[in-house]
């Protein structure tokens, strides 16, 4: 029997033998979905994963949230009402709101669809397939001519019958298909890429992959968590199926990040409490998760594209992060630094989520020198030898009944950028603030 612990003692483990209060065992779950398998007449020899319902999971829920009805009923046993409380179930009343993909990919743990996609929806192309086959595309003729050469005389001498002036793409198929099968497709000689033979291609695939993106965040800073009780990389990185000699610079860069400290004593990333932490709490907001990948995808081109001014920008970052709040905090006698650091910033994220803040005069000043971002905020606040930079969420004290005195501020700081910064030091496996002489630990 399997019995559920709710406690908020860290120490106590969900699900448990009745009779132990140890984990279960690896061999237990499986063990049992397998009997159930068998129970509902499933066959012996076919083995059964619990991670395998995860793709049938998302793929369904791909196929609920934007197939095609007829595609839906055709490949799962949902009716139109299934669908409708389904979709209702996770999206509540905006069920054609942009938040449709970003709901399901948090629902299996990922930060963004593009994992989602890319490694758990098996039906992404059927359903765009399908969903083209029903389309009635129209093009103006002249942008028809431009694309296929076929001009109106074809059109008429294949039995084409429409408007010539808005061409229905679906009465021609056959005159398409014909001039698609008569063409020829030999690959331009500039296109026929060896990677083997092409080691800038090559560096530039294996850096893309190697700097944030090689691994889900979820399964990286698990991985920290359990280093914390568990200090033998190998089994922890097998556990958490990170490569083991990436799995060992994560932890070191991590030990490293966690030993930065301010020129107090203090340490730059953590509180006092966290005595036994090696990685940052996930961030819970949808808004800010969606910042979040934002954040890491342009990371890549920028750190590759401009690498000496993303090194200066990670330095500041890192050296300036506040340990009270989640900003970045410059003196006022660091203007330029403060107009470089935005303008690194703002290519990674978008100008209009970030906030700063300072005395009426300083902000005037850079209002002036940043006025080709539009989208940035400002606030005046005091003490007015401060600059403070960061990402803005709306201020959830501003209107609230428990909060006495009434807020001036429309904004708040959002934790995403101590985060980000955070993970990038320890993601990115060729940190070189980490590895420079004048990083202290």
């Not at 995860?54 to 793929?59: F, L, V």
């Amino acid at each position: 029997m399997v019995s559920i612990n709710e406690t908020e003692n860290e120490q106590r483990f969900i699900f448990t033998l009745s009779s132990s209060h140890l984990p279960l065992a690896d061999h237990v779950p499986i063990k049992l979905l397998n009997l159930l398998h068998q129970d509902i007449g499933g066959f012996k020899d076919v083995r059964m994963m619990f991670h395998g319902f995860r793709h049938t999971a998302m793929t369904n829920l791909a196929l609920v949230m934007q197939g095609h009805p007829d595609l839906v009923m055709s490949l799962t046993d949902y009716n139109q009402e299934d669908i409708e409380r389904i979709k209702t179930g996770l999206l509540g009343e905006h069920i054609w709101g942009q938040e449709l993909w970003y709901s399901c990919a948090h629902l299996l743990g990922h930060l963004a669809p593009d994992r989602s996609f890319e490694h758990y929806n098996h039906t992404a192309w059927l359903m765009a397939s399908y969903s083209l086959s029903q389309a009635e595309i129209q093009l103006p003729y002249v942008m028809f001519k431009n694309i296929t050469g076929i001009d109106k005389k074809q059109l008429k001498e294949n039995g084409y019958r429409g408007d010539s002036n808005s061409i229905d793409l679906q009465k021609i198929r056959k005159l398409l298909y014909r001039k698609v099968l008569d063409k020829d497709y030999r690959s331009p000689k500039q296109f026929t890429i060896q990677e083997d033979h092409n080691p800038v291609v090559a560096n530039a695939y294996t850096n893309n992959k190697t700097l944030l993106k090689r691994y889900g965040l979820r399964r990286v800073i698990g991985f920290l968590e359990d280093m914390v009780e568990d200090k033998n990389v190998d089994d922890v990185a097998a556990k958490f199926d990170i490569e083991g000699l990436h799995a060992q610079q994560y932890f070191d860069n991590a030990i490293k990040v966690r030993n930065i400290l301010t020129n107090r004593g203090h340490k730059r990333f953590f509180t006092k409490t966290d005595t036994l932490k090696l990685a940052p709490s996930l961030l819970k907001n949808s808004r800010e998760q969606r910042i979040l990948d934002q954040f890491f995808t342009n990371t890549t081109a920028v750190r590759d594209q401009k690498n000496e001014q993303w090194n200066h920008f990670i330095r500041l970052a890192t050296s300036k992060m506040s340990t009270s709040r989640p900003s970045i905090n410059f003196s006022t006698k660091d203007m330029n630094e403060v107009i470089d650091f935005l303008k690194i910033g703002t290519k990674l994220i978008e100008d209009k989520y970030w906030l700063i803040r300072g005395s009426d005069e300083i902000i005037l000043l850079l209002k002036e020198e940043l006025v080709d971002y539009p989208g940035l905020k400002f606030e005046t606040y005091k003490p007015d030898n401060v600059i403070s930079l960061g990402i803005h969420n709306s201020n959830s004290k501003k209107n609230s009944k428990k909060n006495n005195k009434r807020e001036a501020s429309n904004y708040e700081y959002s934790p995403l950028l101590r985060f980000a910064i955070h993970l990038t030091l320890i993601l990115d496996l060729d940190a070189q603030f980490l590895k420079s002489k004048s990083f202290k630990q």
